[in-house]
């Protein structure tokens, strides 16, 4: 078991101190053995043990962004419930400084049968303000909300995405010193997911440390300084970002139990929202359409892509994700990381195109999943799943995913 070491950083700087951490729970064979457990559990234990997370150890200071990977059990929300105080350790010592502002699972924290706004003012009381704060604070939690009369209804009425947009915006408008996001920007649109990030990143300016959990390896690099891997409860690895998501991606890359999701690709993507993907299409030696034919080292192969987005939003990028046929990815590009500037005209149309030299992958089926993501990449507006196929012919007996090329002496 790997974990963060403490000694590195200066204790003052610290905002969260961990040392052992632990939480187990007691699983009960029958039903009637919680009952014996009230009754009788002073002489005798009716369940048996089971670790959700044991001997983690934590040292994050004031100003980082750090993102928590793992597979669904792994224990990640276990530790951020910890952290924000709603679940108690069952071991070891958990230190936590200053405010903290959570989005766990969706809706968590608000009563169904309140209004939007009645959440509102009980949700900005447990994080600490007056009354008179939240006051002078709900003109602008309600604009960056945008869910308009329906902040008026009940929260049981809400959308998923309504919900996240309110809970969001409540968590964020307090200035918090510590934010913790558990996947809920996964929900909701293309525009509200690019103003999200945006404040996100402000409050990454203003020093806030933030946790951010994810099945995106994509954005936790894209976002985060150092990343933690939880593994059944424990620390596999911790380090700076690019190096965790890359081993945790090979751990999901060499089992048959991965899930397929979380071997592909990601990015946050709007279910509706200010932009979309007209059309995509691959070209090659003569080929037209949604499938090719390609042959390894020889061909060139051509995606092109037509899109449409609001007009007065900064103008977009195009993203594409190539995988084989268990669904790992092998290879992405991304227009924005490369420089490249696209064009729209006055109705937001636009087009973009990339070519791929002398395809290296070897003989297999391989698919292309194409996004519309915003100007700085970490959302997507649209996507195509695995909308291109083309399949890899080779002359030679090459074995493996790629042909590397070499020279013998």
Same mark, same amino acid.
């Given at each position: 078991?790997?974990?963060?070491? &403490?000694?590195?950083?200066?204790?003052?700087?610290?905002?969260?101190?961990?040392? %052992?951490?632990?939480?187990?729970?007691?699983?009960?064979?029958?039903?009637?053995?919680?009952?014996?457990?009230?009754?009788?559990?002073?002489?005798?234990?009716?369940?048996?043990?089971?670790?959700?997370?044991?001997?983690?150890?934590?040292?994050?200071?004031?100003?980082?962004?750090?993102?928590?990977?793992?597979?669904?059990? *792994?224990?990640?929300? &276990?530790?951020?419930?910890?952290?924000?105080?709603?679940?108690?350790?069952?071991?070891?010592?958990? +230190?936590?400084?200053?405010?903290? *502002?959570?989005?766990?699972?969706? %809706?968590?924290?608000?009563?169904?049968?309140? &209004?939007?706004?009645?959440?509102?003012? &009980?949700?900005?009381?447990?994080?600490?303000?007056?009354?008179?704060?939240?006051?002078?604070?709900?003109?602008?939690?309600?604009?960056?909300?945008?869910?308009?009369?329906?902040?008026?209804?009940?929260?049981?009425?809400? $959308?998923?995405?309504?919900?996240?947009?309110? *809970?969001?915006?409540?968590?964020?408008?307090?200035? !918090?010193?510590?934010?913790?996001?558990?996947?809920?920007?996964?929900?909701?649109?293309?525009?509200?997911?690019?103003?999200?990030?945006?404040?996100?990143?402000?409050?990454?300016?203003?020093?806030?440390?933030?946790?951010?959990?994810?099945?995106?390896?994509?954005?936790?690099?894209?976002?985060?300084?150092?990343?933690?891997?939880?593994?059944?409860?424990?620390?596999?690895?911790?380090?700076?970002?690019?190096?965790?998501?890359?081993?945790?991606?090979?751990?999901?890359?060499?089992? $048959?139990?991965?899930?397929?999701?979380?071997?592909?690709?990601?990015?946050?993507?709007?279910?509706?929202?200010?932009?979309?993907?007209?059309?995509?299409?691959?070209?090659?030696?003569?080929?037209?359409?949604? $499938?090719?034919?390609? +042959? $390894?080292?020889?061909?060139?192969?051509?995606?092109?892509?037509?899109?449409?987005?609001?007009?007065?939003?900064?103008? !977009?990028?195009?993203?594409?994700?190539?995988?084989?046929?268990?669904?790992?990815?092998?290879?992405?590009?991304?227009?924005?990381?490369?420089?490249?500037?696209?064009?729209?005209?006055?109705?937001?149309?636009?087009?973009?195109?990339?070519?791929?030299? +002398?395809?290296?992958?070897?003989?297999?089926?391989?698919?292309?999943?194409?996004?519309?993501?915003?100007?700085?990449?970490?959302?997507?507006?649209?996507?195509?799943?695995?909308?291109?196929?083309?399949?890899?012919?080779?002359?030679?007996?090459?074995?493996?995913?790629?042909?590397?090329?070499?020279?013998?002496?």
């Amino acid at each position: 078991m790997c974990s963060d070491i &403490t000694h590195l950083m200066p204790s003052e700087s610290l905002v969260i101190e961990a040392q %052992g951490l632990g939480k187990c729970y007691g699983i009960y064979d029958k039903p009637t053995d919680r009952l014996k457990q009230l009754l009788w559990g002073r002489w005798r234990n009716f369940s048996r043990e089971f670790w959700s997370l044991r001997g983690v150890d934590l040292a994050i200071r004031k100003g980082e962004v750090v993102g928590i990977v793992g597979r669904n059990g *792994a224990g990640k929300s &276990t530790l951020l419930q910890m952290i924000c105080g709603t679940m108690p350790p069952s071991e070891g010592v958990l +230190k936590v400084h200053g405010r903290v *502002a959570a989005l766990l699972e969706l %809706g968590a924290g608000f009563n169904p049968e309140f &209004t939007g706004i009645e959440n509102v003012f &009980t949700n900005g009381a447990l994080l600490g303000l007056t009354r008179k704060e939240i006051q002078e604070k709900l003109p602008d939690i309600l604009s960056f909300a945008d869910i308009g009369e329906f902040v008026h209804q009940p929260v049981k009425t809400y $959308s998923s995405g309504m919900f996240v947009r309110l *809970a969001f915006s409540v968590a964020t408008s307090v200035d !918090p010193d510590i934010l913790i996001i558990d996947e809920a920007l996964s929900v909701g649109d293309g525009a509200f997911a690019r103003k999200s990030f945006e404040r996100i990143m402000k409050l990454k300016e203003s020093g806030a440390t933030i946790l951010f959990c994810s099945h995106s390896m994509y954005q936790v690099e894209a976002l985060c300084s150092r990343a933690i891997w939880l593994d059944s409860g424990v620390v596999r690895l911790a380090g700076s970002a690019a190096a965790v998501t890359q081993a945790y991606n090979a751990s999901l890359g060499l089992s $048959s139990g991965a899930d397929q999701g979380e071997r592909s690709l990601q990015l946050p993507v709007a279910a509706s929202g200010t932009g979309r993907i007209l059309s995509a299409t691959a070209l090659c030696d003569g080929q037209h359409g949604r $499938s090719v034919h390609v +042959k $390894s080292g020889l061909s060139d192969l051509t995606i092109q892509v037509e899109f449409a987005v609001d007009p007065s939003l900064p103008i !977009p990028g195009v993203a594409f994700g190539f995988a084989d046929g268990t669904g790992q990815t092998v290879a992405s590009a991304v227009s924005v990381h490369d420089g490249v500037q696209l064009f729209v005209d006055a109705t937001g149309r636009g087009s973009a195109s990339a070519t791929f030299r +002398k395809i290296p992958l070897l003989k297999g089926e391989y698919s292309v999943t194409v996004f519309l993501v915003t100007e700085d990449a970490l959302t997507a507006y649209d996507q195509r799943e695995n909308c291109l196929r083309f399949k890899v012919a080779q002359d030679s007996l090459e074995q493996g995913l790629v042909s590397l090329k070499h020279d013998w002496h």
